[in-house]
């Protein structure tokens, strides 16, 4: 069987890898993300990073808070590189995550920001809770253990 072409559209705009080692993801959601005509330009051709960002809910809105997106240099009207984008997601969504964080003590981290198959920019955001120290050394040893047994399988052969 052939395999299926890659969509053109789909790309993987910014990925926040260190989330899952100081994060436990419980849930993860997708929302849109409104963005103005110079960001998404510049999402497309500039680099963009959400490592230091956080999502918050606020006066019934949802925002991401601290993402940076490069400045695009041919834009008439520029864009702020760091402020505060809303983020769109139903009102049954929005009251889950506002119970999830100011109930149960949740964070809202994003994990991927990225242009859907439609071209749409999208954000995916994790319910997580912060890991202490010791369950991120377990997370590792865990890690290592697995690198260590996929080798001496590939040995073993």
Not at 37 to 54: D, H, Q
Not at 133 to 146: G, M, P
């Given at each position: 069987?052939?395999?299926?072409?890659?969509?053109?559209?789909?790309?993987?705009?910014?990925?926040?890898?260190?989330?899952?080692?100081?994060?436990?993801?419980?849930d993860d959601l997708e929302c849109g993300i409104l963005l103005q005509?110079?960001?998404?330009?510049?999402?497309?051709?500039?680099?963009?990073?959400?490592?230091?960002?956080?999502a918050a809910v606020e006066n019934g809105e949802?925002?991401?808070?601290?993402?940076?997106?490069?400045?695009?240099?041919?834009?008439?009207?520029g864009h702020e590189e760091r402020r505060r984008r809303k983020l769109l997601v139903s009102k049954k969504e929005l009251a889950r995550l506002w119970n999830d964080t100011q109930r149960k003590g949740m964070t809202?981290?994003?994990?991927v920001l990225y242009f859907n198959h439609k071209g749409i920019a999208k954000l995916k955001i994790g319910i997580a809770k912060g890991k202490k120290?010791?369950?991120?050394?377990?997370?590792?040893?865990?890690?290592?253990?697995?690198r260590q047994k996929q080798r001496l399988l590939k040995q073993g052969g």
């Open positions: 069987m052939a395999k299926k072409p890659d969509n053109p559209n789909y790309k993987v705009i910014a990925e926040n890898r260190r989330a899952r080692y100081d994060y436990a993801i419980e005509g110079s960001e998404v330009k510049s999402l497309r051709e500039n680099p963009s990073n959400i490592a230091e960002s956080y949802l925002w991401l808070v601290n993402s940076y997106i490069a400045p695009y240099e041919r834009a008439m009207f809202l981290v994003p994990l120290t010791v369950d991120k050394r377990e997370s590792e040893a865990k890690r290592d253990w697995n």
